[in-house]
């Protein structure tokens, strides 16, 4: 294991979004990360053996590096494998993955020099309501799990009468298994400013949130330090390179928890509930707001500065352009794998993902995390599409996909799933995956009884 060091908030101008980790990550505290990924490679034995030597450790519900697990983090560092984020591309055109496949971007000259901001005077020479055209017209839709057509999501805000709006971009990421967000964050933040420059510019907002979940203190850090170097440069702040148009960003630090997966309650964890009596508006301080997912917003710049065709172009009628899947440890391939919407998940579980790690058989793969779905070899030839895996009632969620070996212990993974939904308030949201379990496995677990009491699960593989 090797240690990443956070950043600390003296190295930042701003410290503010640093108050939420005083109030959840104790000095002497040690986070274990107990996602899915991780209790499938060994995280409560390593708890186990960091509380023997003395350690306070807290179990969180996802670090985001499930392609290095298990994983923790103390107060100033985050211990990883030794192992590289591998990141590839196979669909036609990268777009998402396209500045982190070749570089690390989080500085701005580095950024400028491959492109980043390049489609804000294209955008700017058009009409606000000539941009939400064409981001309709690319057929691109939310890449966070609803997949609900982003123009169309713009259009109704943009639609609502003048004055103060807002973009929010929702990099709450707190489904297990997927990481694609923070790497975005530490790897390409400028990419997501200039996504929601975009927003704002098209729906008349002059303020952008960035959501961050507290387990992600480092990307905090370089999305802090990115925000400061693009208001120094004229990309953010007023009269942004004397075009008129006002807009700049903070962030949020906040709980990666579940309970926001819904926009009610995630705008609610924002403000407070803080909005103007009588507000008919559900949006951020009863404003009109659109919110998109991080990796949403990643892919905005490149339908305006390639035009909707070359985007349209990937993909399929219903799901076009590409998607960015997370493969975790438990895969021969792990990391991220950006793909066309088409591709079969047989495909990325066997072709992209390896197939097992160290050989181990694939019983199962979890897409979307624990509310998620787990989608058995039978259905491995269903394309990873929107209406398709609806239709076969498959949630496809951010992404995330968890291999499930041969010999994991099921009792422990339908223990974890049930501790995740009291937890979290979302067992209605589990059920899915819960079913599948006791459906197809139902005898294994059986077995995994003794004498009719459960064993206690120590870990989640055999």
Request: proline share 6%.
């Amino acid at each position: 294991m090797k240690a990443q060091p956070t950043t600390k908030p003296e190295d930042q101008e701003s410290g503010a979004f640093f108050e939420d980790l005083e109030e959840h990550l104790k000095p002497t505290c040690v986070k274990m990360c107990t996602g899915i990924s991780c209790l499938l490679n060994g995280a409560r034995r390593e708890r186990e053996n960091l509380k023997r030597v003395g350690h306070d450790c807290e179990a969180v519900s996802c670090l985001g590096h499930c392609d290095r697990s298990p994983v923790f983090m103390d107060e100033l560092t985050l211990q990883l494998a030794d192992l590289p984020t591998q990141i590839r591309c196979h669909a036609p055109l990268p777009v998402v993955t396209k500045r982190i496949l070749t570089t690390n971007a989080a500085k701005l000259d580095v950024a400028l020099e491959n492109g980043v901001y390049a489609s804000i005077p294209v955008a700017f020479s058009h009409t606000p309501e000539d941009l939400i055209d064409l981001v309709t017209a690319s057929g691109i839709r939310g890449r966070g799990g609803a997949g609900i057509p982003t123009g169309e999501k713009w259009k109704v805000t943009a639609s609502k009468p003048s004055g103060k709006k807002y973009v929010i971009a929702n990099g709450n990421e707190s489904e297990p298994g997927s990481f694609i967000d923070r790497v975005l964050f530490e790897e390409d933040p400028h990419t997501i400013i200039e996504g929601m420059i975009l927003c704002g510019y098209a729906i008349g907002a002059d303020e952008g949130i960035i959501h961050i979940r507290s387990e992600y203190p480092f990307a905090a850090g370089i999305m802090n330090r990115a925000i400061l170097d693009a208001r120094k440069a004229g990309y953010l702040g007023t009269n942004i390179f004397g075009s008129g148009i006002n807009f700049d960003i903070r962030i949020f630090v906040g709980v990666g928890s579940y309970r926001y997966v819904k926009e009610p309650e995630f705008i609610q964890s924002i403000d407070g509930g803080d909005r103007p009596d009588g507000s008919p508006d559900p949006g951020l301080y009863g404003k009109p707001t659109v919110i998109n997912n991080v990796e949403t917003f990643a892919n905005i710049p490149f339908i305006v500065t390639n035009g909707e065709g070359v985007f349209q172009a990937m993909g399929t009628n219903a799901s076009s352009g590409t998607k960015v899947t997370c493969l975790n440890a438990g895969f021969a391939n792990p990391g991220i794998a950006e793909i066309e919407y088409g591709t079969t998940l047989r495909e990325i579980i066997e072709e992209i993902g390896g197939g097992g790690r160290n050989g181990k058989e694939i019983v199962a793969v979890f897409i979307g995390g624990p509310m998620g779905s787990i989608v058995l070899p039978k259905d491995w030839d269903l394309p990873l599409c929107f209406d398709v895996l609806k239709r076969n009632s498959i949630r496809m969620g951010h992404g995330g996909f968890v291999a499930i070996p041969g010999n994991v212990n099921l009792r422990a993974l339908l223990d974890y799933l049930n501790e995740f939904a009291v937890h979290e308030s979302c067992r209605e949201l589990i059920q899915g995956p819960v079913d599948t379990l006791n459906r197809e496995f139902g005898h294994r677990l059986t077995e995994t009884t003794s004498g009719g009491q459960r064993r206690s699960p120590k870990g989640a593989s055999t």
